[in-house]
């Protein structure tokens, strides 16, 4: 990040430096990552900021100015970013800014709907942080994942959406047949229908360096960045359970060796899973009894992942071409607890998922609550992919214009 002109010096251990890093990344804002503990300079920069005091996060930008253990709403602000919205009323709130959510906001406001859509972080989703999308159908030559969520952003805005970013949304009510949308930041709208597209967050190590090389050598996704590796000597790939073992076996395609680190004694995928990936043919290395303590890079690039076998305590140093972590998703949802019907893991359920509730009557894409509806990653059965997003999106606001027709 050449051009960054914002500086933000932390720590690797700080949780508030990580998320003001994960902010800025979302954003698509470029800065600079200062360590203050392996710069003295830097460390006493901080120091002189503030008046003696070790605070971090202590975010630095061009002009000067400086923010200290900010908020990400107070970083929007300083962002310039809008978080509050001209109305309180609209046709149709959209929760979430990913591709299912732009689309279905692109497709009710060109039929002339008020739409309200609300982001709690940076528009486009998991898309907007993948490194490029081979696969999505009109771009011959791929478009990188920040490049497609920004055009889809201005479409949106070209139609007249109104967009609130780094708003999180906080509960659901129903009021005199309305549905009432209250915010952190002490707000609430209304409106006769509300679209669910928080889509759904990959599980994440935790573990130092991780956030600073996601999409520049960590991916969360076979299908969408494997292809990028064909060739490579050798992938890594994170998990012991299916989706795992599957995309590992997918990498293969790829990659002359797949690296499978588990970190139990056992893999917990399905036995023909198992099976396959452990046939004497595999190209995939299963290595159990293994965790990883932390990625490292160079010029924004992953070079080495740092790993240690539980059982023995010998560490050893990986040179990957890449690193995919499967350990699990978790949808978006956690505001709609008790409000609408979802799956054990929280992926709301829509239309014929649920006829066990009797409600043979709901829309596609239509959730238990009458006008209420999902699409995307956080939607029971979808498929975790940006063009069924899209096209999820778009039925979910046909359905919606059907719901609004039935007055």
């Known amino acids: 990040m050449t051009d960054s002109k914002i500086t933000l010096y932390g720590a690797?251990?700080?949780?508030?430096?990580?998320?003001?890093?994960?902010?800025l990344g979302e954003q698509f804002v470029p800065f600079k990552w200062v360590d203050i503990e392996q710069d003295k300079e830097a460390e006493a920069f901080v120091l002189?900021?503030?008046?003696?005091?070790?605070?971090?996060?202590?975010?630095?930008?061009?002009?000067?100015?400086?923010l200290v253990e900010p908020t990400n709403a107070e970083l929007a602000k300083k962002l310039g970013l809008k978080t509050e919205a001209k109305k309180t009323y609209y046709d149709l709130i959209i929760v979430g800014g990913g591709p299912a959510g732009l689309t279905a906001a692109i497709y009710a406001s060109r039929e002339g709907a008020d739409v309200l859509l609300i982001e709690r972080s940076g528009l486009g989703g998991q898309a907007g942080i993948t490194v490029g999308l081979d696969n999505f159908p009109g771009f011959p030559e791929g478009i990188s994942g920040q490049e497609f969520s920004e055009r889809v952003t201005q479409q949106a805005k070209r139609f007249g959406v109104e967009v609130l970013q780094a708003v999180d949304v906080e509960r659901l009510e129903e009021e005199n047949g309305y549905h009432e949308v209250y915010t952190s930041d002490g707000k609430h709208y209304h409106s006769r229908v509300v679209l669910l597209a928080t889509g759904a967050s990959y599980r994440r190590l935790e573990v130092p360096g991780e956030d600073d090389y996601i999409?520049?050598?960590?991916?969360?996704?076979?299908?969408?960045d494997g292809p990028f590796y064909?060739?490579?000597k050798e992938i890594v790939v994170i998990g012991g359970g299916n989706a795992?073992?599957?995309e590992g076996l997918h990498l293969t395609n790829?990659?002359?060796k797949v690296i499978l680190l588990a970190r139990g004694d056992k893999l917990t995928a399905s036995q023909i899973a198992i099976d396959k990936v452990t046939e004497p043919s595999s190209k995939v290395e299963v290595r159990y009894n293994t965790a990883v303590d932390s990625f490292d890079g160079q010029d924004s690039k992953l070079k080495s992942i740092k790993t240690r076998n539980t059982a023995t305590g010998q560490a050893e140093e990986l040179h990957p071409a890449a690193a995919f972590v499967f350990i699990g998703q978790q949808p978006n949802t956690e505001f709609t607890k008790g409000y609408v019907e979802t799956d054990?893991?929280?992926?709301?359920?829509?239309?014929?998922?649920l006829r066990h509730l009797n409600k043979m009557d709901a829309l596609p894409f239509e959730t238990s609550v009458p006008g209420i509806f999902a699409a995307g990653d956080a939607r029971h059965g979808s498929v975790k992919q940006v063009a069924s997003a899209v096209g999820e999106g778009a039925a979910a606001s046909i359905s919606i214009r059907e719901f609004l027709r039935r007055g």
């Open 344 to 353: 054990a893991s929280g992926f709301v359920l829509t239309g014929h998922d």
């Open 244 to 246: 795992a073992v599957e």
């Open 12 to 23: 690797y251990w700080c949780p508030d430096c990580r998320r003001s890093k994960k902010f």
């Open 230 to 232: 064909k060739g490579a």
């Open 254 to 256: 790829f990659a002359e």
């Open 215 to 224: 999409g520049a050598g960590i991916h969360f996704c076979a299908t969408c």
């Open 48 to 66: 002189q900021k503030n008046n003696g005091k070790r605070i971090i996060p202590t975010i630095v930008f061009e002009d000067g100015s400086f």
